[in-house]
């Protein structure tokens, strides 16, 4: 069992910056990857950046350039650090902790942080 929990969101202008912080906990250690997700309206959840246990990221090809995702193993915490942000990039934005085993793959969501940039 996992539990995360998302914070650092907030309302920006366009070129602005924001660091969106997610702290896990409980069953940490079976934690395969951990990532951001967004969710705009009348859009689907699409993944923003992704981070396996072993280092690997992946970006989406909108942010490229502009986030980047690290995190602090001490502190069971992974950033999404957003740079020169845009009014599209405004989103709900969730993290998720993902658990692989031989049976089953298990998500853990936060509750969402709302990211907004105007123009």
């Known amino acids: 069992q996992v539990q995360v929990v998302e914070s650092g969101g907030g309302l920006v202008q366009a070129g602005g910056s924001l660091r969106l912080s997610c702290a896990a906990s409980?069953?940490?250690?079976?934690?395969?990857?951990m990532g951001w997700y967004r969710q705009a309206p009348g859009k689907q959840r699409e993944l923003v950046a992704g981070?396996?246990?072993?280092?690997?990221?992946n970006y989406a090809d909108s942010v490229k350039g502009r986030f980047t995702i690290s995190r602090d193993n001490a502190k069971n915490t992974v950033y999404l650090q957003m740079n020169s942000l845009k009014p599209e990039d405004t989103a709900v934005y969730y993290c998720?902790?993902?658990?692989?085993?031989?049976?089953?793959?298990?998500?853990?969501w936060g509750q969402g942080t709302q990211v907004t940039v105007s123009s």
């Open positions: 998720n902790a993902r658990l692989i085993s031989a049976q089953a793959i298990e998500n853990y």
């Open positions: 409980g069953s940490i250690f079976s934690i395969n990857a």
């Open positions: 981070l396996t246990s072993d280092g690997i990221r």
